[in-house]
DNA sequence: TCAGATTCCGAACATGATGTCCATCAACCG
DNA sequence: CGGTTGATGGACATCATGTTCGGAATCTGA
């Protein structure tokens, strides 16, 4: 199973004050801003010793900041199911921890995600929360409507629509308190947006 | 009101020809791996000439395909609110049309916005639906309730849910006919999502 | 503690894309 | 037709990427 026998305590050194330059930079300048030699000099790590490591800068940030988000995206949602209360309110549980995690590290979060475009930029994050839906739909498919409805279209708009809100929240500054936008959000997806 | 006199035929030429080599190009290997260089041998108009009429890609794509497509766009929500029937079935008019355009120019859509990448053109197409969006919040607010519920979040809620929905819909060869995507959306976005 | 193995360093090199400038030439418009 | 404007392509400067290599530093295991 292990892959790794030991571990040189100079890469392991390498590799976590290079991951740390990362963060720093992106808090600083943006993800897109940053150049492999930005990152070098940060961490004062020669650019022959990074690509030793990695071979780009998005290798780097997979292998790090992506890891880590969904390692702690897990827990919380760990937590949020093992919580008391009823169906429906347990249901979409994901989103009160996920607002306030996101609060948590606005910082982080706005750098890679928000201002301009990076709605698809949080592909693991995504990912994961397609996966805590389905998991949601599943558990609740009994007393369904036989599925003229494909479930992964249901699935994508839940999703779609709370990371939209999600970056909004954010860029806005992250005004509204997080049980708020939970309730809110958590409404409009049960029962429509009140226009039609 | 009209800010050009005449249109020299040179300049128009090389506009146009142009933006015809770059939806060749985004057709053939997709936009992010394009270069200006290679728009101009597509083309066959020197780099100099492009930098004249052009900052970049990005400017070339913007005052090209954006401008086209949110002609298109509200041009389609025009004729939806003009059309006879329920306000019910009139709202959110440019949806269907969109899922229809969408998949005439499947390629390039898919291209374009579909598996990863895709971040850069998203972002303008989502700023266009989002002004649709809101016009038509602003249209329907007479009969609302107080707003405890900002407007911009509905705006965001509806655009990402589509957003999401369409590229799924696109990237799954988009098998189910536009007419029932755009009647299952519009039930979601309205009614909201069957399980809680 | 020491020796051999591994890693780090930095500087040099090759490559490729961006963006600017300019003199020359061709096309357009009135 | 003649003056104006746009097109051309090549030279330049700049910057980021990715590779290579020999020598120096550092680690690991005995």
Redesign the interface.
Known sequence: MGTEKTIDRRVARTRSTLHHALITLILRKGYEAITVEDICNEANIGRSTFYAHFTSKDDLKRSGLDDHLRAMLVERQRHALAAPGE??DR??GFVLGMFEHAREHIDLYRALAGG??????L?SIREILCDLVRA??AA?KDR??PD???N???V??????????L???LDGGAK?PPQQ?DQ???R?????????
Not at 116 to 121: A, E, F, L, S, Y
Not at 188 to 196: D, K, M, Q
């Open positions: 169906l429906k249901s979409l301009r475009g990076g709605t698809i930029v592909g949601e739909l609740n369904k409507l003229v409805v494909p992964e279209l249901i994508q708009f839940v999703v779609g629509a709370f990371l939209s809100v970056i909004w929240w509204l936008v809110i959000f958590r409009l997806a049960t029962e429509g947006v009140p226009s039609a």
